[in-house]
């Protein structure tokens, strides 16, 4: 399903969302582009996040992870060369080398900390940022003043 955020209904009966509204039209957009390879896992403790891709074979240098407008990219283009099969020849290849692009909508107030690459596995580590004024606060209740007749 395509969602019309250009639809009258939205552009003038809600106003100031059109960040959101533009973000939601990608991903709306985005569903029928979306790949499974390479496979990947998202989990959350707390505030935090974790993005794992499994790039078995790529090197750091292989991958590019790139931030843009609220969309977190990590990509590969491909073997720069061909497979050569010189003196070892290969019987059967199940390692995939091929390109990707993975793309993840992230929330204006969820910042990427960083990423590593350990044992083939990529790892994106975000956190949500929590304003202050957004935080759960207690509020005092006050007992009402007396007006005294004196």
Do not use: H, W
């Not at 996040?49 to 931030?67: H, M, N, P, R, T």
């Not at 003196?87 to 091929?98: D, H, L, P, S, T």
């Not at 990707?100 to 990427?112: A, G, H, I, M, Y």
């Not at 900390?113 to 935080?135: F, H, R, S, Y």
Request: overall charge negative; aromatic content about 8%; proline content about 5%.
């Amino acid at each position: 399903m395509i969602l019309n955020f250009t639809d009258p209904f939205f552009t003038t009966r809600v106003l100031g969302f059109e960040p959101l509204f533009d973000r939601l039209q990608r991903l709306s957009e985005s569903n029928d582009r979306s790949s499974s390879y390479p496979p990947y896992n998202i989990s959350k403790d707390g505030n935090f996040f974790a993005i794992e891709i499994a790039v078995a074979g790529l090197s750091k240098d292989d991958i590019q992870i790139e931030l843009a407008d609220g969309v977190l990219t990590v990509s590969y283009d491909g073997p720069k060369t061909e497979v050569v099969n010189g003196e070892n020849k290969v019987v059967y290849q199940g390692i995939a080398q091929r390109a990707f692009k993975q793309q993840f909508t992230l929330s204006e107030d969820v910042v990427v900390q960083g990423a590593e690459l350990v044992n083939g596995l990529l790892t994106v580590n975000l956190e949500k940022i929590i304003p202050d004024e957004k935080k759960p606060r207690m509020i005092e209740i006050k007992s009402p003043k007396r007006i005294s007749n004196k």
